[in-house]
């Protein structure tokens, strides 16, 4: 590996193999990776909310599933990748807290996940593996080399999907 590259809260970055990319303290919000193995392009996005179009003030494109994957896809093509042979890796969008109400908006890791999963299929790419929902948070790294996402959590065995 060469240069792991850091993605942060609703923020989004490409990068081509040998380097890798990573982000940390994915709580409720979903990383989401996507990859064309042929070239060994990879893009990350840290989204912390399903859907731009419930908010006025949304020009952060990265903050977002809806815009979020748009947005990595367009950056990943500038670099070369091929839109499609894309495929998907999501982690995160826990449950961090415990609510006694089943409150709509409390469910924001559950949406995340939803949203995500809806946009990837309008989109028509593959979701080839998941680790998300339970309530704890997760630290990702992605090394387009071999396409595993390893998952890191706090007390937790380490996971490569």
Excluded: W
């Amino acid at each position: 590996m060469n240069e792991m590259i850091k993605v942060g809260m609703a923020d989004l970055n490409v990068c081509v193999s040998p380097n890798a990319l990573t982000t940390l303290g994915l709580g409720s919000c979903v990383g989401i990776v996507l990859y064309d193995p042929v070239r060994k392009i990879a893009g990350m996005v840290h989204v912390m909310l399903p859907d731009s179009t419930k908010i006025l003030n949304n020009e952060n494109k990265a903050k977002f599933a809806d815009t979020g994957i748009d947005a990595l896809i367009k950056l990943m093509i500038s670099l070369g990748a091929d839109r499609r042979v894309l495929i998907a890796k999501i982690a995160g969008g826990a449950q961090m807290f415990a609510f006694s109400n089943n409150n709509e908006m409390m469910r924001i890791g559950e949406r995340n996940v939803e949203a995500t999963k809806i946009k990837l299929q309008e989109l028509g790419i593959g979701l080839k593996a998941e680790d998300t929902g339970a309530n704890y948070g997760r630290t990702i790294e992605f090394y387009p080399e071999t396409g595993a996402l390893l998952i890191k959590s706090v007390g937790k065995d380490r996971k490569t999907l």
